[in-house]
């Protein structure tokens, strides 16, 4: 018998919710051999049926049809709550589904280090609850959760697994490896959303640091419009165009050093995927970045307290800062030992691409619905 899942997530927007989604959903669903046992002796493979995943859009929640043998896993868990929009749209169906006496996980964060105490309730509800970091899950158990609580981290697409540089037609991307042909350094920076979150203001302080010293350093800044808004004065290049698996590829092949100096965040993607693709990446010393801390470049934690977000009906609490003194001193010497420091990514991006393939992580992610019976 095959099993069924009921996934809901936002099919329609493209956001990291539904990308990790669609990863979670096209492996699950995939058939492969799986070694009978860990003996690296033992040559016998078994066959893994895929799982028959239903694909429901947060919006059609309510046609959900639930009995007893129904498995719902929702991405993410407090949807509803992220807008207006959202709780009108889905509340009344979400607590449909809370109140039901189907089976019920789902996959969320914690930006900072507590959650509301609406989420707590609303969390304790649920058979299941995974999280990307342990970060995240520390944050949930302080904060008051009693639900299972499992860790998963976010994946590295299968595009980013090999060594190739990618091809593109994508004139932004060209224009930028003209400027690398002709000596310029490259900084990448992902602002697409929550700029104080993201550290924006962080990131202008230590650029203009940074181009006071080195007049062929640029930012790149991947965003929908916010660089003169958000990095007043920085030399930097805007990139706002929505950008496919392959330009994202290129994106990273393309720039020399990233900088994620996030105040929280889940997991925190880019800091992993640059680092996958052997591009020297900077992240705080504390926080999610914790848990892949030593394929990266730590930047010392300030002592200052971060309130972030208090209208927040999901996220409350405390997140963390970057020493400024430290990020600037920790990127200068990135710039002035480029070389030295790419060699030592790229010699550390199999280990990166191998721990973090989405294949991998969704056979941790399959042994967690076994073992709470979300699957048989």
Known sequence: MTDKI???????????????????IKY??????????????DQNDIKIQGIEIQDI???ELGNVALDDSTKVL??????????PKQLSQNSRSFSRLLDSKCKIGGFEVSDFDKMSNLSIEILNKLDLVIVPSNWSKDAYIHSGVKSHIEVLPHGIPDEFLDDSVADTANNEIMNLRKRRENGDILILYFMLHSPYRKGANLVTEVMKRIQSKFKNVYLVFKSPGFLDIECPGVNGIE???WMDINDTKALYDTCDICICPSRGGGFELNAIESASRGIPSLVPNGGCFLDYIDYVIPINISNREVKLNTWNLVHTGHGFEVDIDNFEEKLTDVINNLEKYKSQFRKRSTDIRNRFSWRNIVDTLERYLG??????
Do not use: T
Not at 11 to 24: D, G, P, Q, R, Y
Not at 28 to 41: A, F, G, H, T
């Open 28 to 41: 699950l669903r995939e058939e492969r051999y799986r070694p009978v046992s860990r003996d690296d002796n």
């Open 74 to 83: 929702l991405h993410p868990i407090l949807y509803p709550f992220g807008s």
């Open 371 to 376: 073992k709470y019976e979300f699957i048989g």
């Open 6 to 24: 009921s996934y809901v997530y936002p099919i329609h927007e493209k956001i990291s919710f539904n990308a990790i989604s669609l990863n979670h």
């Open 239 to 241: 990139l706002r165009n």
């Open 57 to 59: 859009d947060w919006s």
